[in-house]
């Protein structure tokens, strides 16, 4: 199973990025798919994740601002980022998860089991 996630690079603060997560190897379309960031010296949080049975979810600081979508036929998982601030560099990791866990456990990295290799997000004037 690989997660190949791409569409960073550098935006200046108020401006917008799009990020795709290609999945192969398997199907996720009963599964969660979300993303998580980690800002130097920060640990991992979570950002946004989409379940086709339950619907959505964003962590407090992107709500508004940031969008996730599926293509569920092509195993594609997006984050569309507006408003972008200079506190949203870091690098974002896209998650694929199981459709059995916990809805309430989907914000936290170890509820995931297959992971993307990252792509690097930095918002700077």
């Known amino acids: 199973v690989q997660l190949q996630a791409f569409g960073g690079g550098l935006v200046q603060p108020g401006g917008s990025l799009r990020l795709s997560c290609a999945a192969s190897g398997r199907s996720f379309n009963t599964a969660p798919m979300g993303w998580f960031r980690q800002a130097p010296g920060k640990e991992r949080e979570f950002v946004a994740t989409?379940?086709?049975?339950?619907?959505?979810r964003y962590a407090d600081s992107v709500k508004g601002r940031f969008t996730i979508s599926r293509d569920y036929a092509r195993n594609i998982v997006y984050l569309q980022m507006s408003r972008l601030e200079p506190e949203d560099t870091g690098v974002y990791y896209c998650a694929g998860g199981s459709p059995s866990t916990i809805w309430s456990m989907l914000t936290t990295a170890t509820s995931y089991d297959y992971w993307g290799q990252g792509t690097q997000v930095t918002v700077s004037s």
């Open positions: 989409l379940s086709r049975s339950r619907g959505n």
